[in-house]
Nanobody, 130 residues
């Protein structure tokens, strides 16, 4: 059974850091692109980062939306079958439920848009507030 489980969400002060984890079971991450998405109250879900599979011409290629570039880093631990999102210099506008998602992918670039992903976790709440 394919399953993604996020963890690491918390309440943090502005300027603080968190590391989110996305643990996969039932499949091997090597063949999958993994995306991180977030949804704030009253806002549409947005894709914020992605790390590509290892079975294409640009293995491990990463993508970030402009608003998190330089602050967030996505990485993968293949031995643990887990993808991480390190979030630094957090801002109140980063407050949202964060989701990871997976799709088996051979393209040279990460897929764009949540509709491209087949498997989703349950989400983890990140709140940035003083």
């Amino acid at each position: 059974q394919v399953q993604l489980v996020e963890s690491g969400g918390d309440l943090v002060q502005p300027g603080g850091s968190l590391r989110l984890s996305c643990a996969a079971s039932g499949f091997t991450l090597d063949y999958y692109a993994i995306g991180w998405f977030r949804q704030a109250p009253g806002k549409v879900r947005e894709g914020i980062s992605c790390i590509n599979s290892r079975i294409n011409s640009r293995p491990g290629d990463t993508y970030y939306i402009e608003s998190v570039k330089g602050r967030f880093t996505i990485s993968r631990d293949n031995a643990k079958n887990t993808v991480y999102l390190q979030m630094n210099s957090l801002k109140p506008e980063d407050t949202a439920v964060y989701y990871c998602a997976a799709v088996k992918w051979g393209g040279s670039r990460c897929p764009v848009g949540g509709a491209m992903f087949d498997y989703w976790g349950q989400g983890t709440q990140v709140t940035v507030s003083s």
